[in-house]
């Protein structure tokens, strides 16, 4: 289980040069790290090199986390996003849309730490995936939070990759129509 304490201790012990403990700590929070990289770093050979990179970074600097800081999650959650915003801007990519007003699109992206830049409340959000069919939510949430490919829900699904591709963008285009509704 992902919950404070273990991510916590997790650190801690990563802290003192603990590889199983490293290990542990990928197992437990890899794939949602890997969902946040890849919204950010289209390319997914890209946001592995990016993944890998984080978690060095976490090795390194697992001893300045402190949980008055903030929950371990949202700390780990930062880096992903900070490391994936500062390769996009290395290579000079644009994968966003291009703004008129010359705003950068990076900084747009919702920061999971803070509560000011969050575009949809969690009852909102939870109240319209309520609303689709559990297989097309189970697949939204698998794609979009946990980092699975159409390739992997295809297989998990039993179904063909363009199927999983039709679900997935009914499935979205559903939760944004409640969510202007509810919003």
């Known amino acids: ?28 929070t ?11 770093q289209r390319d997914r050979s890209a946001a592995e090199d990016v993944l890998q990179d984080v978690y060095l970074r976490v090795w390194q600097a697992a001893g300045s986390y402190t ?12 880096i ?3 490391r994936a915003i500062d390769v996009v801007r290395r290579k000079g ?12 699109w990076l900084e747009r992206l919702a920061d999971p ?27 939204v949430v698998l794609a979009y939070c946990q980092g699975y490919s159409r390739e992997e829900l295809a297989q998990r699904y039993d179904r063909p990759v363009n199927t ?8 979205l285009a559903s939760l944004k129509g409640c969510l202007e509704v509810v919003s």
């Open 67 to 78: 949980p008055e800081a903030g929950r371990p999650l949202s700390w780990l959650c930062a």
């Open 1 to 28: 289980m992902r919950d404070d304490a273990v991510l916590t201790r997790l650190l801690r012990d990563i802290a003192g040069q603990d590889q199983a403990a490293l290990r542990t700590l990928y197992d437990l």
């Open 93 to 104: 990519e644009v994968q966003g849309p291009v703004h008129e007003d010359g705003e950068d």
């Open 164 to 171: 999983i591709k039709t679900w997935l963008h009914r499935a």
């Open 30 to 40: 890899a794939a949602q790290l890997y969902g946040i990289i890849l919204r950010i």
């Open 113 to 139: 730490s803070d509560s000011e830049t969050r575009l949809l409340s969690r009852d909102a959000l939870r109240a319209c995936l309520g609303r689709l069919d559990p297989a097309h939510r189970d697949c």
């Open 80 to 82: 992903a996003r900070n």
